[in-house]
């Protein structure tokens, strides 16, 4: 005879159900995602005990998820031909909230083989499959376990106290299906397209193929949890057109893959796409999205990366972050500050190792992207960060050819032995710096200067201030910190005016700009200029007085 039993919830699993269906997840439609997961480690769990025995105890090795929907009657079913629950199993995973048979499957493997889950199987933390009541009246399970000899099963609750469970008599295929009744108000999940479009935003890289209404839906292979050697670049191409749902190539691919402090995969794109300056000034978001397991937690993962990379695109995994966090709580973890730490690190030293091995290839992305490496130096008050940042830097050079960039180590590798600073000097054109009175100076002492040419580059090193122990310092600055040390001409220095002549054009200079000047010394450092004008205000006023005057010639 048929059975049915009436089973109350446990006490707490009352409480949280109403959490979980209320306020856990802060999208109704990952709910979806969560039967899905459920179904492929369902899938996954059947694999390891055909593994076990061999091949022998399971009948049928098919392993799909099939969704359908019903849009008349506002019903979605999620079918896998997985591993399916017993009776027992079935009161104790789904009748207790927070309870993982995932989890408890894993660890009894563990114990028994010793083997790991090689981060197939995705639930552990018993907490998805209650989000199916966010969006229904009722929920059925139909469930029947691979064990020989075992009928199905109908489980049934409409979420609030209690739930029933039923003995089936006819044939039930292997697996799990269940059933949501949809209410009203969440009726859009029984539109296919709607479906298909939340199965391929979540779901698209679960290993198990997912029919809708019998089309398959995903198809892409998630490369980054492959071997780098084994993705060809076309799959590259690909897999990066279905992250960016842009058009170009990668121009940088980085396939990044920790385990220790934390579990992480990751692969990261540079585009070939040249920014404009509208991808400079706005304010768009993070490229990069957060996986864990293969399933997407969140699309464009803001707090994963720092706002100067949000031109870097690609994919983030890492088992140790419970799918089911809220994207609130996501913000202000501090596993998510880790990887934020680890990912900037190694993108920079990426970069860095890029520029020695192609140094053209690198000085074209730097000319494309410098603009955000510059912003990163200004918006970050982390002195450590900036330096880090300025790794990546080039520069004009007095001692390169034009167009022959060199980086602040670089620079530093090759300072003399007596010079303390990196010097540089701003200028509106190469020509201009080589002719400055400024530059002539400090070209005597032997030192390299680098040039720069835009007006915000001046207020950037000033930010940056210091680089390696080394302080950055423009030309000029040096120049009035020298003229403080004399205000005589040496005797017998028969290039320059006496010291009386010297003296009578400093009253009359004094004299004739009145309070415009602050003050006139005297030295002999210049060969090819009879002198400099120099003002303490800050560099991008200095700048703008340049190129004006320089206009008004
Ligand atoms: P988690 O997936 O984190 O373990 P869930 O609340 O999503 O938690 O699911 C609870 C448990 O119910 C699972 O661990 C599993 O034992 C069982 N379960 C859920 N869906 C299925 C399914 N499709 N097939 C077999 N067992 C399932
Ligand atoms: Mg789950």
Not at 60 to 66: G, Q, S
Not at 102 to 116: D, H, P, Y
Not at 168 to 178: F, M, P
Request: include cysteine.
């Amino acid at each position: 005879t048929p059975s049915t039993e009436k089973h109350q919830f446990q006490a707490e699993t009352q409480q949280l159900l109403h959490i979980v269906a209320k306020s856990l997840y802060s999208d109704k439609e990952i709910f979806i995602r969560e039967l899905i997961s459920n179904a492929n480690d369902a899938l996954e769990k059947l694999r390891y005990v055909q593994l076990a025995a061999g091949g022998e105890q399971v009948e049928d090795d098919k392993r799909e998820i099939y969704i359908t929907v019903d849009d008349i009657n506002k019903v979605l079913t999620i079918k896998d031909t997985g591993i399916g629950m017993t009776k027992g199993e079935a009161i104790d995973n789904l009748g207790t909230i927070a309870r993982s048979g995932s989890k408890a499957f894993l660890e009894e493997l563990k114990k028994e083989k010793g083997a790991s889950d090689e981060g197939k199987i995705i639930g552990q933390f018993g907490v998805g499959f209650y989000s199916a009541f966010m969006v229904s009246n009722s929920v059925e399970v139909i469930t029947r376990s691979y064990k020989k000899g075992e009928p199905g099963y109908r489980w049934t609750s409409d979420g609030s106290g209690s739930y029933e469970i039923e003995t089936l008599l006819d044939d039930v295929e292997r697996g799990t299906s269940i059933r949501c009744s949809l209410r009203d108000d969440c009726s859009e999940f029984s539109k296919e397209e709607t479906v298909k479009q939340i199965v391929k935003k979540y779901s698209n890289f679960v290993s198990a193929p997912i029919y809708i209404n019998d089309v398959r839906v995903n198809n892409l292979r998630a490369l980054w949890m492959e071997d780098p050697k084994s993705i060809k670049e076309d799959e590259h191409t690909e897999f990066y057109r279905f992250v960016t749902g842009q058009y170009d190539k990668p121009r940088y691919t980085l396939q990044y893959k920790i385990d220790v402090p934390i579990n992480l995969r990751a692969l990261i794109y540079i585009p070939q796409y040249k920014p404009n300056i509208f991808d400079v000034t706005q304010e768009s978001d993070v490229g990069v999205a957060l996986y864990s397991r293969k399933v997407l937690i969140q699309s464009k993962a803001n707090q994963l990366l720092p706002r100067w990379l949000r031109f870097v695109k690609g994919v983030v995994d890492s088992e140790d972050i419970p799918l089911n966090l809220s994207r609130e709580l996501l913000q202000d973890s501090n596993l998510i500050r880790k990887i934020r730490l680890l990912l900037t690190q190694r993108i920079i030293r990426f970069l860095q190792e890029q520029s020695k091995k192609e140094k053209k290839k690198y000085q074209e992305f730097y000319e494309d992207y410098k603009l955000f490496f510059k912003e990163g130096i200004v918006r970050t008050s982390d002195q450590g960060e900036k330096e880090d940042i300025a790794k990546l830097l080039r520069f004009d050079s007095s001692r390169e050819e034009q167009g022959q960039l060199i980086s602040l180590e670089e620079y530093i590798d090759r300072m003399l032995p007596d010079q303390k600073h990196v010097y540089y000097l701003a200028g509106p054109s190469r020509e201009l710096c080589e002719n400055s009175p400024y530059y002539e100076a400090i070209k005597q002492k032997g030192y390299e200067v680098l040039f720069v040419y835009e007006s915000h580059d001046e207020v950037l090193l000033m930010q940056l201030a210091e680089f390696d122990k080394k302080k950055l310092k423009s030309v000029e600055s040096e120049l009035e910190t020298d003229t403080k040390k004399d205000d005589t001409i040496l005797e017998g220095d028969t290039r320059s005016l006496s010291q009386d002549e010297a003296n009578t054009l400093k009253q009359w200079l004094l004299k004739q700009f009145g309070d415009k000047l602050k003050n006139v010394k005297i030295n002999t450092k210049l060969d090819q200029h009879p002198c400099i004008i120099t003002t303490n205000e800050m560099g991008a006023v200095r700048h703008f007085l340049k190129t004006n005057l320089l206009q008004r010639d």
